[in-house]
């Protein structure tokens, strides 16, 4: 971890972890820097250890009882854990940022609980109540409010994990559940301005198939994707595009990102068939574009349609948006522009952004206020 530049300060505070490796790597390679001195500047995406976690416990048929605060680390499972021999998890990622007015804001979070709710009950798990799921990232975000990155600097990525913990042999639910809440803080996804990115067109491998578990966070469905990935980058892409796996010709998503495209002024973007995760980004792109007056057409958008394109662009929390400068499907490439980002990718991007951090009006309510 190179984000902490100064030397360990134990704190008192509640949930601190009092430990004589508190500078080192500990046995299970977690990195116990305390520091009041964070270097926001050298935050990437990627996991920074906090101070607090959040987890909470229940039976298959008993209701979720608010949770508490722990220090952040390891925690005990069975060898016969449900996620952990038959997958049964669902993760969330969401942001919290510290905004222009100086509020500390979620982007939406309901829309996180409800699909974490969705996901539930397709993976045969307890449903988190609503309340439950904003309590509980409140809570989290609140006692790691030392690593929230100032205005512009980044954001708290917070993720949800919900998971069959306890033991089980026979492929079936796990008899008892954990939701459980960690932070971490990111930077900006783009330093030093937004860039396009070069995508392939898999030929090879489908992320999800009709009936399957793609419209949920599932955590099963991103380990097969990871072998594409690799393989992609290592020629030179920054990931795959994944085409529909009936037809192998409707694009489906980027990686773990939604696809969009514009042409002749008209945003495009794959309709929910329930092999695409229903992002909420994609969501909030979707209404601002027809709040423009942009037409916003959901359909099954054709791979050869979209090369085609005057621009292209996926979404996610991660990065909000990222521009794409080229697809390649075998011998054909098609370019976007300039290498910089369209006209309208440009315009939802800074637009979405300027909601997110208060300089621009939350006209739609998407800001839930964490209260301090
Ligand atoms: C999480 C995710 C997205 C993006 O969803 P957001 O709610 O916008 O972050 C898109 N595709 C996949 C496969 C995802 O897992």
């Not at 980004?281 to 394109?309: C, D, P």
């Amino acid at each position: 971890m190179k984000v902490v530049k100064a030397g360990p300060k134990p704190s008192k505070e509640a949930g601190m972890i009092e430990s004589p490796i508190y500078m080192g790597i500990n046995a299970v390679g977690m990195v116990k820097e305390m520091s009041e001195e964070i270097d926001w500047d050298s935050l990437t995406f990627s996991l920074t250890p906090t101070d607090t976690m959040y987890l909470t416990e229940t039976t298959a048929d008993d209701p979720w009882m608010p949770g508490s605060l722990r220090p952040y680390g390891p925690i005990q499972m069975s060898p016969a854990a449900g996620v952990l021999n038959y997958g049964q998890g669902l993760f969330e990622g969401m942001k919290a940022y510290r905004t222009a007015k100086g509020r500390v804001v979620f982007f939406r979070p309901e829309e996180n609980a409800r699909r974490m709710q969705r996901g539930a009950d397709r993976l045969k798990m307890p449903p988190v109540p609503e309340s439950v799921f904003v309590d509980a990232v409140e809570q989290c975000v609140k006692a790691n409010l030392r690593w929230l990155p100032p205005t512009g600097k980044g954001a708290m990525y917070v993720r949800p994990l919900l998971m069959g913990s306890g033991p089980i042999l026979g492929v079936a639910p796990a008899p008892s559940y954990t939701f459980l809440v960690y932070v971490t803080p990111v930077g900006p996804y783009f330093k030093g301005g937004v860039s396009a990115i070069d995508l392939l067109i898999s030929e090879e491998h489908h992320r999800a198939a009709p009936g399957g578990s793609g419209g949920v966070k599932a955590i099963g469905n991103y380990a097969p994707g990871m072998m594409p990935s690799k393989k992609a980058k290592a020629a030179g892409y920054a990931e795959v595009i994944y085409l529909d796996a009936e037809t192998h010709s409707y694009v489906e998503e980027v990686g773990a990102a939604n696809f969009f495209c514009v042409k002749d002024g008209v945003l495009y973007t794959p309709e929910l068939t329930g092999t695409i995760l229903p992002g909420i980004t994609r969501n909030s792109i979707i209404q601002l574009a027809r709040h423009n007056g942009i037409e916003v057409v959901e359909t099954k958008v054709e791979a050869t349609f979209a090369m085609t394109a005057d621009e292209a662009f996926c979404c996610g929390t991660a990065a909000v948006i990222s521009p794409i400068g080229t697809i390649t499907k075998g011998d054909d490439k098609a370019t976007f522009g300039d290498g910089k980002p369209g006209r309208i990718t440009q315009q939802l991007y800074s637009q979405l952004v300027g909601i997110q951090n208060e300089d621009e009006e939350d006209i739609f309510g998407w800001l839930h206020e964490v209260p301090l």
